[in-house]
């Protein structure tokens, strides 16, 4: 199971926002490169990273601070990212940049012929995020619900290639209020890639509730405010799931 800690970047800063809302942010830190520094020295496998500016403008929007984040960690561990990328050129860019995967959320939802190029170009590198909320997609930064339902999107989207599903509750995410963990189960049970949870984590609980259901595709969960906010030990944590997974 990995434990994959996010660093949202707002502004050039690590922050975590609730509900997905850009006025409900709280600042963590002015330097993300320490911050990513951090996960990694206490034991991340990978970090997830998420330009919260380039969500909303439909482009990159803290490449400078991605960028250093990369030549800081990124040939240690895999980093995955996500936030405005809607071309090519942009996924190209960030690979050749030391990137190990790129997610692709709104774009993959309005336009699925780019993501289609996109795997067939980048193959092995690319993941679909899909955001929430009772069963329905969101876009836009979670500010748009659609009718898409998220288990036949994803259906589809595993036909073009994509390496796994990141699969937020929008309901949950940076509440604390605990994993939808059986809307995870459902959705990876209708796959066959792997899912990664989001949203919602809150403590130890969530991790070993994950772990007990790993066998069902779940490959990872993204670990936000909580490990931020003290509410859950990110060291302990990997501890347990590396116990827990024998």
Known sequence: M???PAIDLKDGHCVRLQQGDMTLSTTFSKE???VARNWVDKGARRV???DLNGAFAGHPKNEIAIRKILKSIGSEVDVQLGGGIRDLDTIERYLDAGLRYVIIGTAAVRNPGFLQDACTAFGGHIIVGLDAKDGKVATDGWSKLTR?????LCKKFEDFGVESIVYTDIGRDGMLSGLN???TVRLAQ???IPVIASGGL???ADIEALCSVEDEGIEGVICGRAIYSGELD??????RAEALNG
């Open 2 to 4: 990995l434990l994959i």
């Open 202 to 204: 809150s403590c130890m």
């Open 234 to 239: 990110f060291e302990a944590a990997l501890i």
């Open 48 to 50: 997830h990273v998420v």
């Open 32 to 34: 993300p490169t320490a």
């Open 190 to 192: 209708a796959l066959t």
């Open 181 to 183: 963990i059986e809307a």
């Open 148 to 152: 898409h339902d998220v288990i036949d």
